[in-house]
Each structure stands twice: as C-alpha cells, then as structure tokens.
C-alpha cells in the first residue's frame, strides 16, 4: 500500500520526519518496503536570483554572475548560457547536488575564475529538452528555497506491507491511529460535523427513489444514498495526485471519490449511476450460474451463495469485490447511488479465492473492516461529491446491524511477563492497551474490550503482542533458557542415515547435488516399478515437473546431461533426498559416474564398471553400519541397467542396494554417450535394519593359505564358488580371495578358469598339514560336486 | 722385500684397482677363498719348524686383515656408487601431474544443514522428521490456517492428483512446520525439537524455487517466554555467522504463532550503512519466529493451559547465500559441477 506524507499528516498530527515515522511504523508491525522521497533528485538545488553578471576576462561566451542562494552573501557561479542576466530567478545546483546522469557538482575554477555552483537549464534538471539557456524560473517561493519545495515536489512516499492480521491498518487513518498509539503524533479527529449527519434530510427510501433488502447473512449491515444533479467530470488535480502517488490511476471523480475514501478510511464503497439502476435494490444469495461483465473488464460466473448485489435487472455487483459495468458511473453520470455496506470475510475470500479477482475492496473484506467506519465513510463519501461535483446529497439510507456486540477477553496483565518476558507494572499494561484502543476494566484479571477495528484479537496471547509491539519488541530482555531435561528420541528417522550418505558420497569422490523432487512424467514411469505414482495437480510445468520421483536415477542422468551439455567430460554426480510412490515417501541416495576423466600421461585414462558401483555401493552400506560382505549378491534385471551387468545387495527379501552400467538404450533416450554406471542406496532400510556385528577374531597364531583353480562352466558364478569355499569350516577358514578369472588358450570354450586363494586359521593353535589339508580336501570336494568342477 | 711383504702389496693393489662387486668377489676368492694366495701362505705353516711358526703365523695374519679390511672398505664404496647410480637413474620430475583423485563434496545446502543441526543440538533441540506429502490438516488447518485464511494464498501450494489412503487431499508441504503437529502428537512435553527438510512451494523466478529447505525449531515447557526466543535466536545466529550479531524483532503475522516476529539482523556486508544485498535497508530478513498459537497446541494434542513455548524458521538456502556468499538461488538446482565443487564442502570438513 502506498500512500504520501501529506496524506498521512491529513490524519495525524506530528513533527517527525518521513524516516522518523517509517521507523516507527516498523517497530509497530508495518513494513516499510520503500519511502521515495519525491524531490530526491534535487537534493542542494535552491532557488536563486542572479545579483549581477559581468563577462569573463578570458572567455568571451562566459559570464561571471553574483547569485543570491539565501545565504548571508551571494555565490560567484561562471555560467555560459545566452540568457544569464542581472535580476532573474533561476534554479541553482549547489555543491554537494546531484544533477541527473550522476553529474555531480563541486566547487571549481573556470578559466581561473572561481566558480561555486551551477545555474540549471531544463534539460540539466532534467524536466524537459530545453537547452538553449537556463531556466528563468517564476515562482513565488523565497531565494534560498530549496527547488522541490518550491514545486511542490517535497512529498514523500510510503510504501507498506502488511501481515493479514492487520485489516486495522490497510487504511491511511489506521496508520495514523496506530502511529498516534505509539506516541508518534496526535490523532485527527474525523471531519464530521453535525450538518453532514443529513438531519431531516430525506433519504432514498423516503423519496421513493430505491429501497435495499438484505437477503443474505454474508451483509449485516448497508447504507445507501443518492447524490442528484452532479457533474462527473475529472478530479481536482490533488485527488489526482494523492491516487497517482498511492499507485492508482484516476478515471473521473466519483469513481475516484470512492477510491480516496478507502484507501483513506479503509471501507470500500460503490457508486451505480442511478439512472442506469433498474427498480429496488437486493442484496441476496445467487443461484449460481449467473454472470456479471465487471468492472474489471472480465466476466466472471457467479456460483450458489455468492453475495449478490442485485436490481430487477438482475446481478449488477458482486458485493464487496467488483461492480458491474451495466450500472458504472461515468463521465455523463447525473445521479450517483452510493454503497456503502459490510461484507462478511469469510464470503468474500471464498467468492475472491474462486473467481481470482483481486481487487482493492476485496482485499480489505477479506482481512476485515471496522464496523464503526462504515457510517462515518459514507458521510465523508457524499461531503465530497458534493464538494467536488455539485449536487445534492440525500439522507442515508442504513439496514441491518452496524456493529455486533464488542468482543471481551479476560486478560491476566502479569502475563506480559510470564509469556511476553517482559516485566511490566499492570497499570502500564492498562495504559498501553488504552493508548491503543482498548477498554480495560477491573484489576486483577482485566476484562479489556476490544475496538471495533482490531482484528483477530482472541485471547490473551494476542493482547500480549499488543502490548510488546506498542512497547517495542527490543524492551524484552534476551534470556537463555535452561537446557531441557528431557530429550526427545526417536523423532529422527532418517536424519542419521541422511547425513552419513551425504559425507559417504563425497568420501568416494561424488559431487553432491539437490535436484527438483518432481521430473518428467515419462522418465518417471519407466522407474515406477509397477506401483502408481503421485503427481502433481497444478505442476510449475506440466511436462518437465509434473511427477514426484520413484526413484534418484532419473533425476542424476537429467543433470548428467546438462553437465555433459555445459563441456563437462566426467561427471561424478551423488544425491540424497525423497522417492515417491503413491502411497510411499523413501529417503534414497544414489551415485552416478559418466563421461570420461581426460587423459594422464601415466595411467592413460582411468576406467570405471559394473564393479567401481558395486565397490562404492558396498562402502556406503558398510559406512552406514552394515555389513556388505554378508549381503547376498543378486543377479537380476533392473530396470534402467544393463541386464547383464547390474545387481543388487540384499539379505533375503530386503534390498538394499542396486549398482550397474545404464542400459544402452536409456543412454539413447537421455543423450548420454558412452558408458555410465550407477547406484542407488535405499537409506530408510538401512536405517530399519541393524546387523549384528559378530564374534571379534584376533589370532595370535600362524594363518596358512591354499590356492585352488578350478575349471567350470561360464554361467558358474563366482560367489557361489567362494561361498562354497568358506563353507568348507566355517570356523577356520577366514578369507576367499578370487585372483584370477581366465579364458582363452588352454580352456575349452563355455568355461572358465577361477584361480582362488583360501587363508585358514584357528584362534587357539597352530593348525597342523593335516587339519589343514583335511579342510582343503573338503572344500575342493564340495566345489567339484555343486558346479561339476575340474581342478587345474 | 719379503713374498710376504710382496704379496700384502699386490694384494692391495689389487684390492685398490677393482671397479665392480664382482670383481671384487672374485679377488676375494683370489685371495682369501679356500684356495685364496694369503689362505695358501696359512696352509703353508705347518710346514714350517715350530719356531717360525708363530711369528709367520702373526705375519700372514696381519697381512689376512689388513687384505679383508681393504676389502669390506671397497665393498662399501662400490656398494655407495651402485646405490648412488641407482637414485641418479631413479630421479624423476615431479612437478608431472599426480593423478588426481575425485574430490567429493557436499552441496552447500547438506553442509549448512549440519551447521544449523549442530548448533541446535547444543541448544537442546533434537532432531525430528516427517513427510512431504502432506494432507490439508498437518500443513495448514492444524496450524491454525482454516480454508479461507488469506495466508493459504500466499503459500502457492503444489497440490497432488492421488489421494491418500483415506481418500483426503493431499499436497507438498509448503513448510516444516507439518512435523510440529507431528512431533507432538507422538511426543509428551516439554520438548525441543527441530525439523529440516526440503519444502515446495508454486513459485519460480529470481528469488523463488519450487523447491527450497527450511530449518524449525520448537520449544514447549511451562515457562517459556518471548525473551526465552530471542534468546536462543541470538545465540544460533551468533553461532552460525561466528561474529556479534545485531539482532531487530519485528512485530509480525504467522498463524501458528502469536505474538510474531520477523528477525532481522544487521546487514552482514555494509554493518548497517545499507547496500545492494539488503536493498539499502542496512538490514537482513532472517528468520521467523514466535510464541506457539494456543490453537496449534490443542492441534497436536497438548493443553495450551499448562504448557507454552517459541517456534522459529528460517530459510537453509538463505542463511547458506549470506554466510557463503552465493549470489543467485537458483545454482543451488541447477547441480553444476563448477557450482557445486566451489560451493561444496570436501566430507572431512569439520568445522561445528
């Protein structure tokens, strides 16, 4: 909301400065986006009056004047223009101004002659293209003057946010009220006087001219008047300017009238020109189905139970958020109906929020109005129509309720210091809640009458932060509390396992990166796995944003590709964050590699497979407390990897882990070249499942080792060879390690050579040859049966 | 000259003239081998009468040692050459480059979470989680924003087509605040606790991302108050800037809190003289904070009449932009690897 200081001074007497007031504002709970002083841009530019000119010794264009600035002598300023004389009022740049373009003035010598300042052209000041000379300014104000107050230009601009809960505020005169609170000024009283009450004059309805019924809860209370014979034309150039200043433009000068009272006054109203009205007045519940062609140039459809504002031509407003056009005022207009009425919050947020019509008068219902403004703004209403375009202003017409019963909250004032922290005498508390309004009866617990324009007030809660804002949120003492007693476990599933995948990436050489939860509905589908996924209603973008992953993969080959498109060669990319399902949230973290590292002159360019994802798969599980060498290792098809070089970490039916190259194909559709290789960890699994770490063996006696190879089929798989192996004793045999995998000469095609290393050792003795060999034997044996084995 | 003397002479010529290991083996063997010359002249002395047997014997002896001696002298020496040839040949440049390994690193927004969680945890709070996807109940109507509350417009919330399993609206959680109800629902007071997480919002431009993390705190007991707050905000943002820090509450409207406070803090760069990252206000818009709305209370199943306390929030890509000096929000997802191995934090990074 923007409004002038000329404005707010209309409301509240005071002597502080704009920059004093916007403090002041703040500390209430008004913030202050921006305060524009309008003559900003000629800060040290006065009036002046040149006293004399004498040329220049030494430049012949040139003259040396004598300009009297309102100091105690006058300056000497070398000015050049044609028109510099003896005796005109110019506009003067002193040192210190800066003119538009950043021209700076400071004083200086021109052709050896000092000159303090600078006589200004149009153009200079940057009003206008004339050039040819300097300004010969005609003015009434002083010598000394500074020029933005002579031109009126000395106004300042306030630009204020305001939180929902202060509808008390979202009007000039409530900023004011609040200021004058806060002891920033005295409030204005409302310029009523007892004339302007109507008297006996007669109303609408006496006249015969229109009557209103109220039809709908949504309208407690409406008053109406009639303004005959005016003249609509366009507004007085300071109603002009105050609506300008405020951000609003000006059409003609009722509308305009009814623009000024609630920005001032903080009620909407809405003048129908009456000629244009069709029989009596009814405000009432639509049917739903109607439509109004608004004032804002759209149609909008009304739906059942919209307040509407009704003639016997049908829907001519929808209340409280836009008038129709059937009936709008115009520059032709004679006669004006004015109304001025109360809408219930809750009916026009839900109506406004539907038909997302945002308007001025809207905005102030939804947050709430003062019930007791409504009269006294319709009074001001018509004082100014008449004022400013003639006419004769009818009684006021008021149905309804004006204002529901006062709300009371009993109020324990030591509560400013038990939950406010502040320790404050109760007759203070008293004090201040008066200051702002408020009734405050009885002395132990107050029982305190809240003012008909505070919103939201409740409890006592809400009448503490009256009291601490008024008094300044800074008078509460900081204090620390004392450590809990008791902390709360359990609460945090995941936010271990979360931060140990995220240090366990980086430990294995991953960037890290948070990528947008919701991705390509189709790229999400192929990682859907069979479950149904969750999208959005109204994504940012309905191609690329539209559904909640399934998985991280997707997500890391989309960055992969924007990397790979920005010139990177290797990208080494990690994530931790949420998987979705329909009915499942997952914390997930998953590693991607891609691309290739450039080149070393020593070890060429380093490789990466199916089994660097398996190693860095199995790091991060054991980095997160398991243990990956007692995993079992399928072999299955996943999807989006290789089929044949992919798998998965698991124990039993739970999977922890699955690592692979990246189907050729997906490579294809994503764009990616050469070879990628992934995996995905599944933390809150991890995170469920604690494996027990075992026996601790520490052996003081000798190991011994055994190598075996052993010719089988190509479809044997190893780790089933080095299982059966450890199965031989499972107490003594403490390690497989498989060196050598081989094909080729001396193997007969469908088979391969596994060469194996079995350590053996006991925890209390030496383990002879013959315990030794007996377990060889034995292992041997159980190899040559399971997978029809020959040894080499 | 005795033989003796003559062949202690050539012997150490000999000894004197090699140039290689083996060939000093092999002189050895010449001359102190089972065959050796000198070993020759000791098998000579049986032969001899008994009486020049003892002094030819010390004789030949000298002569054995000071030969063996000239020998372990040259072995050494022939030994340093081989060892010193050895390094010469070994020497390679090493300003070559070293194959670097992969430098990992956290993105800032993981690294500042740690931070903050760090810090909180001094102060009591213990870390708590929930969903985010959420239903109306946990993210706004729990939280004292009923249907029609302005404050729902402002939130740009994403909404979802499915449906939960009771068949209610659901949507993404336009703050952490869902885990607050949460939390106390499942927990008794007096408790601290804090939730961060990621959080969505239908907004993308400039200074807004669909998608960005927020830190809360929560802190109910019997006696808390407003000054108890500041309090604990004075100290974590201390904490998390490492310098004094001028602290302004202002007056403010949430819906799950009453009374509310923006915090601002002086402005980190120009010390309040105003500049172009506090838009020249001289302040910074950190975090928001107040007293726990009696109605939230009751939301989460605890009584407003015995227990109260604070709450607080605040931006993790905010805090991470003014303490880092990250000027625009949206590298944080666009996951660069020249952003995020600038901004990142190697994992052996400990500095809370």
Redesign the interface.
Known sequence: MKFSLSWLKEHLDTNLTAHELADKMVSLGIEVEGLEEEGAAFKRVVVGHIVSRVPHEDADKLGVCQVQVGESEPRQIVCGAPNARDNLTVAVALDGAVLPGDFKIKPTKIRGVKSNGMICSVRELGFGEEHNGIWEMETDAAIGTPLAEALGLDDVIFDVALTPNRGDALSVYGIARDLAAAGAGTLKSLNIEAQDQGGDVQTPSDKGLTSVTLNHEGCPFFTSQVVTGIQNGESPSWLKKRLEQAGLRPINAVADITNYMLMSYGQPMHAYDMDKLNGNIRVEAAQGGETLEGLDGNTHKLAKGDIAICDDSGVIGLAGIVGGESTSVDENTVNVFLEVAQFNRHNIAVTGQRLQCNTDARYRFERGIDPKMTLPASILADKLITEICGGEASGIDAVGTEHPEPQKITFDPCKVKTFGGLDMDSSEVQELLERLGYQVEGAGPFEVTVPSFAQGMENEADLVEEVLRLKGFDAVPIQLPPLPKVRVKGADKGRKSDRVARRGLAGLGYLECINYSFINREKAAQFAGGEALLELSNPLDAEEMSTMRPALIPSLLDAAVKNMARGEKEVRLGEVGKTYTEQTETLKAAGLLCGKADKHWQQGVAEFDVFTAKAHAMALLNALGLDAEKMQVYQNEQVGFHPGRSGQLALGKNVFATFGEVHPKLMKEYGLKGKAVLFEVNLDLCDSMAMKKGHLFMSPYQASERDFAFLVKQDVRAGDVINTLKGADKNLVRQVNLFDVYTGEGVADGYKSLALSMTLQAEDRTLTDAEINSVAEKAVTAVIKRFGAEVR | MTSLDQLKENSLEAVNALNTIEELEKVRVTLLGKNGEITAELKKLGSLPPEERKAHGQAVNQVKVSVAQALEVKKEALEEAVLNAQLQAEKVDVT??A?A???????P??YVI?EV?EILSR??F????G???ETDFYNFTALNIPE????R?DHDT?????L??DGKRRL?RTQTSNVQIH?MQ??EP????MSIG?V?R???DLTHT??FHQVEGL?L?K??????????L??FLEEYFERKITM??????FPFT?????VDIECLFCKGDGCRVCSHTGWLEVLGSG?V??NVLKSGGVNPEEW?GFAFGAGIERLAMLKYGIHDLRL???????F??HF?????TMKV
């Not at chain 2, 390994?101 to 993105?107: T, V």
């Not at chain 2, 213990?126 to 989680?129: D, E, F, G, L, R």
């Open positions: 070559l480059p194959q390994l992969p430098l990992g690193k956290m993105h927004v993981s740690e969680e102060l009591g213990s870390a708590a989680t969903p985010e996807v029609d509350h302005p404050a417009q994403f909404y979802l087509k499915n939960d399993a993404l939390t499942k927990f007096p408790m601290r606790v990621r969505y239908n907004d993308s669909p998608q802190a007991d006696n808390l108050t407003f000054g108890h707050l500041k309090g604990v004075q100290t302004r509450l202002r007056p403010s409207y009453e009374p509310s406070a923006e007293m709305h009696r109260q944080f997802y666009e996951s660069g690897i020249s995020l191995s990142g934090k190697p994992s052996s």
